[in-house]
C-alpha cells in the first residue's frame, strides 16, 4: 500500500524551528518528485514547497523562501521540510504529498495525514 | 506567479444535481490542472489530473474540461459522499498555486 506518514510536528515560539518529516512507503520513492502543501485553520490550500526525485532541484513559496528547506533522503525513504524563523501565520497542518509523476504537472496523487505546527 | 480564481465560493445543492465549479488562471497554464476534493479533517484527494483525466477509482460522475486560462470541474448527479470543499490546482510552474476553493453543501 503506498503510504506517506508525516511527524514532527508541535508547539513552537514564534522565531524557533522545527525539523518535520515524512516516511514514505509502497512505491519507489526516489522517482517522484515530493511536495509539501500546509492548510491554516478554516483556510484553504497552500503549496509551500517541492524537490525532484534525486533532490537536485528545489522549489519554495514567496512566503517561506529563506525560511523554510525541503530535502529528502532516497535511502531512507523520507522526505523532510526545515521550519525555521517560524511565524504565527505559519501556524497550519503541513501535508506532505506524493506528485503524481516524476515531474510536478499531474498533480499530487497521494497525500500524508498532516501534522501540525503551532506557533505562539 | 499565477494566481487561480474558483467560483463559486459555495454552492448549495440536492443530491441528483449537476453541479458545476469553475477556476480561471490569472496566465495560460495549458492543461496543467488538478482538481481535488477535501473532507473536514481529511487529507485532499486528487480527482482530475491533466485539466480531464480521472484518476483511478474516481467516479465517472466527476469530469473536468478546459484549458488555456479556464477550467471546469462537473458533478453530473451529486450524491450524498461528495458534500466536501474542492480546489483546483495549477501544476504549469513553480511556484505551485491552489484556488480558494468551493464548498459544496447541502441545499
Known amino acids: 500500500e503506498v503510504q506517506l506518514l508525516e511527524s514532527g510536528g508541535g508547539l513552537v515560539q514564534p522565531g524557533g524551528s522545527l525539523r518535520l518529516s515524512c516516511a514514505a512507503s509502497?512505491?519507489?520513492?526516489?522517482?517522484?518528485?515530493m511536495s509539501w502543501v500546509r492548510q491554516a485553520p478554516g483556510k484553504g490550500l497552500e503549496w509551500v514547497s517541492a524537490i525532484n526525485g534525486r533532490g537536485g532541484s528545489t522549489y519554495y513559496a514567496d512566503s517561506v523562501k529563506g525560511r523554510f528547506t525541503i530535502s529528502r533522503d532516497n535511502s531512507k525513504n523520507t522526505l523532510y521540510l526545515q521550519l525555521n524563523s517560524l511565524r504565527a501565520e505559519d501556524t497550519a497542518v503541513y501535508y506532505c504529498?506524493?506528485?503524481?509523476?516524476?515531474?510536478?504537472?499531474?498533480?499530487?496523487?497521494?497525500w500524508g495525514q498532516g501534522t501540525t505546527v503551532t506557533v505562539s | 506567479d499565477i494566481q487561480m480564481t474558483q467560483a463559486p465560493s459555495s454552492v448549495s445543492a440536492s443530491v441528483g444535481d449537476r453541479v458545476t465549479i469553475t477556476c480561471r488562471a490569472s496566465?495560460?497554464?495549458?492543461?496543467?490542472l488538478a482538481w481535488y476534493q477535501q473532507k473536514p479533517g481529511k487529507a485532499p484527494k486528487l480527482l482530475i489530473y491533466a485539466a480531464s483525466s480521472l484518476q483511478s477509482g474516481v467516479p465517472s460522475r466527476f469530469s473536468g474540461s478546459g484549458s488555456g486560462t479556464d477550467f471546469t470541474l462537473t458533478i453530473s448527479s451529486l450524491q450524498p459522499e461528495d458534500f466536501a470543499t474542492y480546489y483546483c490546482?495549477?501544476?504549469?510552474?513553480?511556484?505551485?498555486?491552489f484556488g480558494g476553493g468551493t464548498k459544496v453543501e447541502i441545499k
Open positions: 490546482q495549477q501544476a504549469n510552474t513553480f511556484p505551485l498555486s
Open positions: 509502497g512505491f519507489v520513492f526516489s522517482s517522484y518528485a
Open positions: 496566465q495560460g497554464i495549458s492543461t496543467w
Open positions: 504529498a506524493k506528485e503524481y509523476s516524476s515531474s510536478s504537472h499531474y498533480g499530487m496523487d497521494v
